[in-house]
């Protein structure tokens, strides 16, 4: 060694001692003061767990119910007139899976129009938000934005505070169009509630601000203003339309004191104080050890015996003899036990501490082991603190005990460090899958939740890269957009696909948070995430049963007017023509009433796949309702003609393909379909105008005789504007006694009068006599024929009455026709029940005729009442026999007297080979079913002649009298039967 260095030890010993107990403590300093810096920054990565779990609850709640409250602002777009109850039902349906939405409002320009529920929340409707000045700003900033708007936590109009989210509406077709919005009231409490705000609050200093979502420009509604102004934790909540912003502190600030820096500041101290008197004392001994040699090794006994005392703990010491009576404590042991140092002296170990230490002191001649335990104590002011207890045996060099010595340590800080890491721990394990990574994408951690969502265990997931998750369904650029727009804001969130371990791709709603260090650098990435697989599998039903017809799957009519208004806009722009084909099937009600429901959706369905079949990818097949279906064409051509002709061909392919056979199960049916077709493209006409002009082509086409093409005739539209005015005349006819009822005579083979059939006139005020041919066919289709029906046979039954008392006219038979709405009327047999009691007519007198079309429709059924009314003595003669499809099996079933012969089989006879042959059958077939055979429209007397010849007993037409009315009718009766009792047969009466 240097001897100028043990000189200069000895010359100053205590400046010596001093400079190196210096060199200690500033190695000590540094290490406790990394140590503090390591407490504060775990204690900020604990918090900012707590704020992303946080963070993740509340934007979730919120993003949930906003994405609900969606589907209500759907549909009020695409229906401006949805009603209250339509409103209702979808509202209940969103608020049931949404507990935390406490009402639901459709808001019509500026007023609260319906709400749900209802009860709690009268005072809402007609509250017009331009009168609420704290929520107006709000509601006019939505409007001019564009954007969904948050408002609050406010207090509400019905009473409570909540967060009102209001999602403007515009026109679907228009988007410059402000409808209104949908404003969705979200129960604050009980938010922050689901969020665990309060134990988040009993955990760490809290503080949101951002009221109406305007960030940090808003204004604090939860927590300390102050937190924002200090070194606190902050995190953002992105919302649509804005966010909130967080704010955290530890209780009490940031604590930098640890287990391990008491450690180093006690020990430093002692470490310090021994170096000095270690340093002091060398220099001393060297000075005496000739001198002081005894004493000198007594010192450095006694020095050695505490030193090893005092390096086993760094909080309280006490030494205790073999017995455990207390010997030596310092003053942390006074402190922490809670004793004085007189009254520690005073007692034993095993008076201290549990019945384990009393068990050890006990065992002085056995081999012991040190004790460790840890204990609880409740100091003088209430406050509990845990101590840890190390009791070590000493023994001397042949292995005999000596003493004991206890070290107390204050581990209070390490269980509530414990506690929170424990509470910590249970916020991490959330119902959303959370992964934390390095700044490169590595994964560090992941909870409960992730494994359960992907099905990657921690231990195959640490360690791996984030493409581990990845499903393929995103290009680069898609990934590329994402982390510039981290790199830009330090977040992201949105909705992708990703694949869990088994393969499955699922859809999640992601959230990415970059956590950054003190240089602002990225020095982690938080990311927390939900499946919404279900919920994007309920999104999907929702718009399929708002825009697909859910027996064909093919678009409704909403979807079809949205399509049809982009096709028109495009058309236009273009300049191509495009086409709508209107398609209605014929006698699709025969097939539902004859073969049931099933059987017509079953129709429907095949139906719908072969028109698709029949056109472009690019075109539309919608079912309108019903057995209607419509097909949009877009972009046929720039020439209307070349355009018309591609309608055309389509149209009569759909048409051939619906006359082919279709199986449906156990029988082939044969189908049909009348069609009609408008072309638009560089006329200015509206939706519902094409629609109407491709409704009325269709109509056209049926009334040509059904499986047919017609195209929109401009024609048309008069002739629809004459049956709309012809409809509203024929309301008022009956009312106003405009109908009235001809007589045509029906005379025996001898000429006699045998009866009349009533013929209905309509004597219109300004058109004059209008034929049946004009409006019977709009009274049926519009019911008018009910009411009108019941007057003819009132009518005639009337005028039986009125004959009765004439001898004349008293057995003649007046023959009323009844239309087949008419008939299959449920109240039918009844109405002619009632009308012959009150009419008192001789039932057999009144004949009815029906068409085979009544009969052949619902057989049973027709049959049935046909024998009811039979009972009642009234007649049935078949009407236009022989045109219809009649079989021997229906003839032979159904109770008629007679059938009449058709005017158009009469009208070329006996010149016409074929019409002369059906007459003779239909007189054969009459006389073998033993019904009597009238023939109508006799004009020559050449026909009756044949007709009589042929086995045909009665005639009706105009070579025995035309329809005329009753008045005229009575007189022609008198006027024959005063020629025939003056037996003057050649006289013939001529009636103009």
């Given amino acids: 060694m240097d001897k100028s260095y043990i000189g200069l030890s000895s010359r100053y010993p205590r400046l010596f001692a001093l400079g190196v107990a210096l060199i200690v403590f500033l190695g000590l300093w540094a290490l406790d003061n990394n140590e503090r810096e390591l407490a504060i920054q775990k204690q900020k990565v604990d918090i900012i767990e707590k704020l992303v779990v946080l963070r993740t609850k509340l934007g979730t709640g919120m993003t949930s119910n906003i994405s609900a409250a969606r589907v209500l602002a759907v549909t009020f777009a695409t229906k401006p007139d949805l009603s209250d109850q339509e409103f209702k039902v979808l509202a209940a349906e969103v608020a049931s899976a949404n507990p935390s939405i406490r009402n639901l409002v459709l808001v019509k320009g500026t007023v609260a129009s319906y709400v ?84 988040v609050q009993n955990e760490i200093n809290l503080a949101i601000r951002g009221r109406d979502a305007k960030g940090s420009k808003g204004e604090v509604f939860l927590g300390e203003a102050n937190l924002f102004t200090g070194d606190a934790v902050r995190q953002s909540i992105i919302l649509p339309g804005g966010s909130w912003e967080l704010a955290a502190l530890p209780h009490g600030g940031w604590q930098g004191t640890t287990r391990l820096s008491r450690f180093i500041e006690v020990f430093g101290l002692i470490v310090c104080l021994m170096a000095w008197m270690l340093s002091y004392q060398s220099t001393i001994k060297r000075r005496q050890r000739e001198l002081n040699a005894e004493e000198l090794r007594e010192s450095e006994a006694l020095l050695r015996l505490r030193n090893e005392a005092l390096s086993a703990t760094s909080q309280g010491v006490m030494i205790a003899a073999r017995d455990g009576h207390i010997n030596y404590v310092n003053e942390a042991a006074c402190h922490l036990s809670g004793y004085d140092e007189h009254a520690l002296y005073e007692k034993k170990l095993g008076d201290l501490f549990t019945p384990a230490v009393a068990t050890m002191l006990a065992q002085d001649n056995q081999e012991q082991k040190p004790l460790t335990l840890e204990y609880s104590r409740k100091a003088d002011n209430g406050q509990l603190s845990w101590l840890e207890l190390l009791l070590t045996p000493v023994y001397d ?192 009600k025969t097939l539902n009433d004859t073969q049931g429901h099933n059987m017509g959706d079953l129709l429907l369905t095949q139906i719908g796949k072969r028109i698709h079949a029949c056109v472009r990818a690019d075109d539309t097949v919608s079912r309108t309702g019903g057995d209607e279906f419509v097909v949009l064409l877009e972009g046929l051509h ?31 049916y044969e189908s049909s379909g009348s069609i009609g077709i408008t072309m638009f493209g560089a006329e200015a006409v509206g939706i519902d105008e094409l629609l109407r002009r491709a409704d009325m082509a269709m109509y056209q086409a049926k009334a040509l005789g059904k499986n047919s093409v017609r195209f929109f005739d401009p024609s048309m539209q008069a002739a629809l504007e004459f049956r709309t005015a012809m409809e509203t005349d024929l309301r008022h006819a009956l009312m106003h006694r405009q109908f009235v009822l001809h007589y045509q005579l029906q005379v025996s083979a001898l000429g006699d009068p045998i009866g009349a059939e009533v013929l209905l006139r309509w004597h219109h005020p300004a058109r004059g006599l209008v034929s049946p041919l004009d409006f019977i066919p709009l ?37 009323v026709n009844v239309s087949a709405r008419q008939f299959r009327h449920p109240g039918f047999v009844d109405d002619v029940k009632r009308i012959l009691h009150e009419t008192g007519t001789n039932p057999v007198l009144l004949k009815l005729e029906l068409t085979e079309s009544v009969v052949l429709e619902d057989v049973a059924i027709v049959i049935e009442k046909m024998h009811a009314i039979k009972k009642l003595g ?33 009208h070329n006879l006996p010149d016409d080979v074929n019409n002369a042959n059906i007459v003779r059958t239909i007189i054969s077939l009459g006389a073998s079913l033993d019904l009597n055979v009238i023939a109508e429209g006799v004009e020559t007397e050449q026909q009756r002649e044949f007709l009589l010849q042929a086995g045909c007993q009665a005639y009706q037409g105009y070579l025995f009298c035309k329809p005329i009315p009753i008045d005229e009718f009575d007189r022609f009766i008198s006027a024959r039967h005063a020629l025939q009792k003056a037996d003057s047969p050649k006289v013939e009466i001529q009636v103009s």
């Fill in 397 to 588: 060099q042949k292995n005999v005990l000596q003493q004991y010595v206890a070290l107390l340590r204050d581990i209070t800080d390490k269980k509530l460090a414990d506690k929170e890491l424990e509470i910590a721990a249970m916020a991490f394990e959330t119902e959303e899958g959370i992964l934390i990574t390095d700044a490169n994408l590595v994964i560090l951690r992941v909870n409960k939740a992730f494994t359960r969502i992907t099905g990657y265990e921690a231990s195959e997931a640490v360690g791996q890269g984030t493409r581990l998750l990845q499903s393929g369904r995103h290009d680069e650029s898609f990934y590329s957009q994402m982390w510039e727009e981290i790199r830009r804001n330090h977040h992201w969130q949105g909705e992708l696909w990703n694949r869990r371990k088994n393969g499955e791709i699922y859809s999640e709603r992601l959230v990415i948070s970059a956590v950054l260090d003190e240089d602002g650098k990225v020095s982690n990435y938080v990311g927390s995430f939900n499946d919404i697989t279900e919920h994007k599998v309920s999104e999907e039903k929702i718009h399929q049963l708002a825009f697909f017809d859910p027996l064909t799957g093919l678009p409704n009519r909403r979807l079809l007017l949205d399509r049809l208004a982009r096709a028109l806009s495009l058309s236009r722009r273009h300049q191509r023509y495009g086409a709508i084909l209107m398609i209605d099937l014929d006698n699709f």
């Fill in 874 to 906: 009234v007649g049935f003669s078949m009407d236009d026999f022989g045109t219809g499809y009649s079989s021997l099996s229906y003839l032979q079933r159904l109770p008629l007297t007679q059938l009449k012969i058709d005017r158009s089989f009469v």
């Fill in 779 to 815: 009274a049926e289709e519009t019911g008018l024929i009910l009411p009108i029906g019941l007057w003819v046979l009132e009518t005639a039954c009337k005028q039986i009455a009125i004959w009765a008392d004439d001898p004349v006219k008293s057995g003649m038979q007046l023959a």
């Fill in 638 to 668: 720039e020439d209307l003609q070349y355009a018309a002709g591609l309608a055309e061909n389509v149209a009569e392919k759909i048409r051939i393909t619906l006359s082919q056979t279709i199986n449906l199960g156990h029988i082939d």
């Fill in 116 to 199: 749900y529920p209802y009860k709690g929340n009268e005072k809402i409707l007609g509250v017009d938000y331009r009168q609420l000045p704290k929520q107006w700003p709000v509601y006019q900033r939505m409007i001019e934005e564009h954007t969904i708007q948050i408002a609050g936590p406010l207090t509400l109009v019905q009473g409570g505070v909540g967060l009102v989210v209001r999602i403007p509406v515009y026109q679907h077709e228009n988007r410059d169009e402000f409808l209104g919005s949908i404003a969705m009231v979200v129960n604050y409490d009980q938010l922050m509630e689901q969020a665990g705000i309060a134990q």
